[in-house]
């Protein structure tokens, strides 16, 4: 198979990962922060260890400011709904993906307001004046999304935040398609707020995710419980991580995703991104030479963008294209990848677009064979429309 659905999950795992899982159940099966024995205490060591490396690769003040999500949707929904009341205000992007655009859609039934900044790629100065104009005396925060899911199109978060900084609001960055393959500095960036997922660009297990945040005590909980701590109080603790960790932490996973940034560092960022890049620009290449493709963004440029491509098949439904592809060997996906915002900015909203990424494990020669598989398609047009005809009824 030739997998290129690395924008949904990182496929496959490096294998210091896999093992870091394995020797997680196997050695160190003890809840974390519950108990006084060895096994416990290895454990609770080795869950200090992630947050530490998390910390460091993304420039959070310290490993307290790192809370265990399950994902990156989670993340977001514990700063959006932990933060805004009514009244509040916040701008967000026009590429935004539905871990923002629900809960906002939500809080506004609250009376959350928000406005939508247009993103110009490629313009730095429109871009931020868009989202300066967006604001208003009652705005509390600007969320964007760093790079799109859908056409990896890459905001200046950098400037962003100063703006956002400016005028007194705070910054919430979704970097779900970016931590792990674009260098991030909460600091340099003025991110208040940095939200991920593990199992993407950082080569964790699946239903990890990550809240990097020193304002943290701030936010209102979104869940309570039992944190190993306070047991005797009956409010959910102020301080972090505790306060926005209740439950059991999925440890193993955890102990994967340390193995994830381990395997990110020891590889570069910069290094992983450059390969990527290459791939993607080669595949635009061979695309733009076939019939009947139709490509909704310019060729992949460094810092312009993320190693993310979405294209249609001419007369193919985006969908039906996918399930032609996959039943070639190919792994991408279709339809709208649950943001229908960044598809109403590039025109797709009727349509949906088949998504394709590369991972640091995709190979040239997987790109060419990929390639050679969708000039068979459109060669085939006639049949293959026939086929996917069929398919419907």
Known sequence: MIYLDNAATTWPKPPSVIAAVNQGMRRLGANPGRGGYEM?????????????????????????????????????????????????????????????MRPLNALREKGVAYNVATIY???????????????????????????????????????????????????????????????????????????MPGHKGLYGPMSTGMLLTPYGDALDTLIEGGTGSSSLAMEQPDYMPERHESGTLNTTAIFGLKAGMDFVRAKGIQRIYQHELRLMCRLYDRLCQIDGVLLYTPRPQAGQCVPVLSFNLEGLDSTQAASILGKKGVAVRAGYHCAPAAHQAYGTLQTGTVRAAPSAFTQPREIDEFAEIVGQVMKNKGSTMQNAAGMIK
């Open 121 to 195: 790629p490629g313009n730095e100065e429109a871009t931020v004046h868009s989202f300066a104009m967006a604001m208003n005396m009652k705005t509390k925060l600007v969320a964007c999304i760093h790079a799109s899911n859908v056409f990896g199109t890459l905001l200046p978060i950098e400037a962003i935040g100063a703006m956002a900084k400016g005028r007194g609001a705070a910054f919430l960055v979704d970097a779900a398609q970016s931590a792990g393959l674009v260098p991030i500095d909460m600091k340099t960036c003025g991110i208040d707020f940095l939200c």
């Open 40 to 100: 416990s205490l290895k454990s609770s060591n080795a869950i200090y260890a992630c947050r530490k490396t998390a910390a460091e690769l993304f420039g959070a003040p310290g490993p307290e400011c790192v809370v265990f999500t399950q994902n990156c949707t989670h993340a977001v929904n514990i700063v959006l709904k932990g933060m805004l009341k009514p009244g509040d205000h916040v701008v967000v992007s026009s590429l935004e993906h539905n871990a923002v």
